[in-house]
């Protein structure tokens, strides 16, 4: 990542006003997660996502390329008495760490190289939960542009070396066009 995108990723933290709820998706996923373990959020940004995991009793790993989006985790985790590590992380030039871990979420984060990294971070019956809108996107929204979108349907072909637990696309209640997946390494 270029030095400009990680400028402009420290401004777009820097004006976001407070923490931002968790993933509606993650929430509805708070059954299946494990209570205990270990957790990777991919491009968690500021960390609502990855303080919620750790409030569910998970060791939290938050990775970005933001430091500003890395320090407001990082004292949002503080004040909140939530323990979470972060590490400023470029993943299109640095691969992903070293898990194993329980849980690997990555939310709103398109970076096709990372798929084949997946199975090799995760634990044996660890689950990814992944999240990005499709190309159907733009139908209703501007934003993210079509280089940051997923195909309609392309998204199971992407896994490997994983199990698809489950699998859906369409529209959203946040009135996004998302491909949602959670898969299981075998144990």
């Not at 640095?94 to 194993?100: F, H, K």
Request: aromatic fraction near 6%; charge should be negative; include cysteine.
């Amino acid at each position: 990542m270029s030095e400009e995108d990680r400028r402009k990723w420290n401004t777009r933290y820097g004006e976001q006003g407070g923490m931002l709820e968790p993933s509606g998706f993650l929430r509805s996923l708070a059954d299946r997660l494990p209570s205990k373990g270990r957790a990777l959020d991919v491009a968690g940004g500021s960390g609502h996502d990855a303080l919620w995991l750790a409030r569910h009793g998970l060791e939290v790993t938050l990775v970005d390329v933001s430091d500003v989006a890395l320090e407001r985790a990082a004292k949002a985790a503080r004040e909140s008495g939530v323990p979470l590590r972060v590490r400023r992380l470029d993943l299109e030039e640095e691969p992903l760490p070293s898990g194993p871990f329980d849980v690997v979420l990555c939310l709103n984060f398109l970076l096709r190289p990372l798929f084949a990294g997946f199975a090799k971070v995760l634990a044996p019956g660890g689950l990814l939960v992944f999240a990005q809108p499709t190309r159907s996107n733009l139908q209703r929204n501007a934003h993210p542009s079509a280089r940051f979108l997923l195909e309609d349907g392309e998204l199971p072909r992407l896994i490997q070396d994983l199990e698809v637990v489950s699998y859906t696309e369409g529209w959203t209640g946040e009135g996004r066009h998302e491909a949602r997946l959670v898969a299981r390494r075998a144990d």
